[in-house]
């Protein structure tokens, strides 16, 4: 004859609770040690569970991100940038960038770091479960292009824009054709007041007309990117230089 304990067991399995399931025997034991009331041994033991799916969703929104690495902010070596306000870079953790509908932009030459603190900062906001996305913007706008070509560009710039934080990484390190930055535009706009971008450039804005071929065009994507941002301008070394400088010292 199966016992109460073993129903008990085959219930969680079978209701698909297999961290309950797991943790049961050593719950129980706790119960009876603390002589813990039903509700109390109850929330301790679905505790196991929720934490568990908690932390498989959190996986599953970082993951989703396609984020290039999984480096977060303790990482980065605000020592060797000393030019970048720390606090302020930390402050984004707290997402009222994202609350307030505000962008965040990046600017400096290659490999100072630029994309290890947009995508520090996307982790972060994916960890709370909220749409991220990573992207370089050359792939943004080939998939645009594509999207357009197949006469289903709408349906893209609706993909792109329902992210709570989009992030497009090394914009203007290669042209931009006039009618891609059209379409680049038109994202641009959609998110505009509805959602965060971050961005990040090595080209200053009074040269974005020659990244989107068009003055008009550029003026236009600058106005909406800059309306409510904050603009992190980086001035230091190159981190893929850094053991030279170190050797050179």
């Known amino acids: 004859m199966i016992t109460e304990h073993e129903q008990l067991l085959h219930n969680l399995e079978y209701l698909k609770l297999p961290e309950m399931a797991l943790h049961l025997n050593d719950t129980v034991d706790f119960i009876n040690r603390n002589e813990l009331t039903f509700e109390e041994g109850l929330i301790r033991l679905s505790n196991y569970e929720i934490e568990h799916k908690e932390e498989a969703a959190i996986k599953a929104m970082v993951k989703t991100g396609a984020f290039p690495h999984l480096k977060e902010l303790k990482e980065f ?38 994309t290890h603190l947009a995508t520090s900062i996307g982790i972060s906001v994916a960890k709370k479960r909220m749409s991220t996305y990573f992207i370089k913007c050359h792939d943004l706008i080939m998939q645009l292009k594509k999207a357009k070509l197949e006469n289903r560009l709408d349906n893209r710039l609706k993909h792109f824009s329902s992210y709570s934080l989009l992030i497009i990484d090394e914009l203007g390190y290669l042209p931009i ?6 379409l680049f535009f038109q994202l641009i706009d959609k998110r505009y007041e509805n959602k965060s971008t971050i961005i990040t450039t090595n080209i200053n804005f009074n040269n974005w007309d020659e990244v989107f071929m068009d003055p008009v065009i550029a003026n236009a994507i600058l106005d909406r990117v800059l309306h409510h941002a904050h603009v992190i301008h980086i001035t230091g070394k190159s981190y893929r230089l850094k053991d030279y400088y170190e050797d050179s010292d």
Do not use: C, Y
């Open 177 to 182: 054709e006039k009618e891609d930055s059209k």
């Open 77 to 114: 070596d605000f020592d060797f940038q000393e030019n970048i306000n720390k606090e302020e870079i930390m402050d984004f953790l707290n997402h009222r960038f994202l609350a307030n509908k505000e962008n965040i932009v990046f600017l400096g030459s290659s490999g100072v770091g630029k």
